[in-house]
């Protein structure tokens, strides 16, 4: 990852989850002046601790991943038609994770 990307993304994570620095570092047991510092400078070299942020923000959007709203109608009207649709829903996304 580049390195501005990193201070990009953690300042997003920041806004949208609410979260302060210093919430952040004591979740992780990292300092939180090095938080700080990444937010507002960025970095100047990968750390075992810019990647403990970095594996913590990807699991968070993976875990909290909002589904566009069309989406999610579409599934849930073709699933109160036919419960039975689900195995084909899955097998048509999973072929598409592939891509």
Same mark, same amino acid.
């Given at each position: 990852?580049?390195?501005?990307?990193?201070?990009?993304?953690?300042?997003?994570?920041?806004?949208? +989850?609410? +979260?302060?620095?210093?919430?952040?570092?004591? +979740?992780?047991?990292?300092?939180?002046?090095?938080?700080?510092?990444w937010a507002?400078?960025?970095?100047k070299r990968? +750390?075992?601790?810019?990647?403990?942020?970095?594996?913590?923000?990807?699991?968070?959007?993976?875990?909290?991943?909002?589904?566009?709203?069309?989406?999610?109608?579409?599934?849930?009207?073709?699933?109160?038609?036919?419960?039975?649709?689900?195995?084909?829903?899955?097998?048509?996304?999973?072929?598409?994770?592939?891509?």
């Amino acid at each position: 990852m580049e390195y501005l990307h990193f201070k990009k993304q953690l300042n997003a994570f920041l806004i949208d +989850t609410g +979260t302060s620095k210093n919430a952040l570092a004591k +979740t992780l047991k990292i300092s939180q002046s090095q938080v700080s510092n990444w937010a507002n400078y960025g970095l100047k070299r990968w +750390t075992k601790n810019t990647k403990k942020i970095d594996n913590f923000i990807q699991e968070y959007y993976q875990d909290n991943f909002k589904i566009p709203i069309e989406i999610e109608k579409l599934l849930k009207q073709i699933l109160l038609k036919n419960s039975g649709n689900e195995a084909h829903i899955l097998a048509i996304l999973n072929s598409i994770k592939q891509l």
